[in-house]
């Protein structure tokens, strides 16, 4: 029998004084009563109750246990009420961790959440590694490209592509290149954790994917580092859409290669577990969802 329902039935048998009077308050038959205190008295190796026609009454270790048991089960209803509070008003620590391209988007959805809920308390942390989840406690990851642990939840916030791109005195300065092949002939400004390494991926209009091999004088895992650079001539880079559309709209970046599209990818929320996600982390989501709809625009 379940230890925690014999508890609570031989709590209520005290309280009631008998075996027929705890039924009737339980809704239970007096034999089912019966059978989870027997069910405890058996498991102990002690008799809890002394049993007469007329009433029962606690021995000196049911006296004990009751106090003990008793206590127990009023913990537990705390802590069933704590967690529903937590449930109904969202508060605690929600540990995030992202990587470092996408975080000016982040930033004003998590001023905007700490506002609307301010029992919650941020542990934010920056990267380009893909944290292990489980093992360092995070709620949930904001990544640019899809985790390769397949067993976690990936929720797509919006889909974004590369840009080729180069400064104007870089092209004034080199011819450009009219396909893919032709960057080849060029410095490549390499992003350390492009997905495809140094195999640089394009679609043509009918949608065929081209790639190059490249090379260049510069591999980093900064994405400022490699626009610094970029903007001073040093060489063409295949940069994330939302870390240089604001140059090229300024004029300060020109795009390259308009015939093809760098192969798409997706900004994602990745979290460990789809069952009983905590309020918190559900609420986030719901509202990085809504923020980042509005990106789609330029994104496409």
Not at 96 to 106: D, G, K, N, Y
């Amino acid at each position: 029998m379940d230890r925690l329902t014999s508890l609570a039935v031989f709590g209520r048998v005290v309280e009631c004084g008998g075996f027929s009077a705890a039924a009737r308050r339980l809704n239970m038959s007096v034999t089912m009563v019966g059978n989870h205190v027997q069910s405890l008295e058996d498991r102990l190796g002690v008799r809890l109750l002394n049993r007469t026609t007329r009433k029962v009454s606690l021995t000196e270790t049911g006296k004990y246990y009751y106090e003990r048991s008793s206590q127990i089960l009023a913990d537990l209803e705390e802590a069933d009420q704590a967690a529903g509070a937590l449930a109904t008003t969202p508060r605690g620590t929600l540990k995030i961790h992202s990587s470092t391209a996408v975080v000016r988007f982040l930033l004003p959805v998590v001023s905007e959440f700490m506002a609307l809920y301010p029992l919650i308390s941020l542990d934010f942390s920056v990267s380009e590694r893909m944290v292990d989840m489980i093992e360092e406690g995070y709620d949930l990851a904001i990544r640019a490209v899809s985790p390769p642990d397949s067993t976690l939840v990936v929720r797509k916030l919006t889909p974004w592509r590369h840009m080729l791109v180069c400064s104007p005195a870089y092209r004034d300065a080199h011819p450009m290149p009219k396909t893919p092949a032709e960057i080849a002939e060029h410095n490549c400004l390499q992003y350390a954790y492009y997905p495809y390494g140094d195999e640089w991926r394009f679609e043509d209009a009918d949608g065929r994917q081209q790639s190059v091999k490249v090379s260049g004088n510069v591999v980093s895992n900064s994405p400022e580092m490699l626009r610094y650079l970029l903007a001073n001539g040093q060489g063409i880079f295949l940069a994330p859409s939302f870390i240089v559309f604001e140059e090229i709209a300024a004029g300060r970046l020109v795009r390259m290669l308009p015939d093809y599209r760098p192969v798409e990818f997706t900004i994602n929320a990745i979290y460990p577990n789809r069952s009983h996600l905590p309020t918190k982390v559900r609420l986030f989501i719901d509202l990085l969802v809504e923020r980042f709809a509005e990106h789609r625009k330029w994104m496409a």
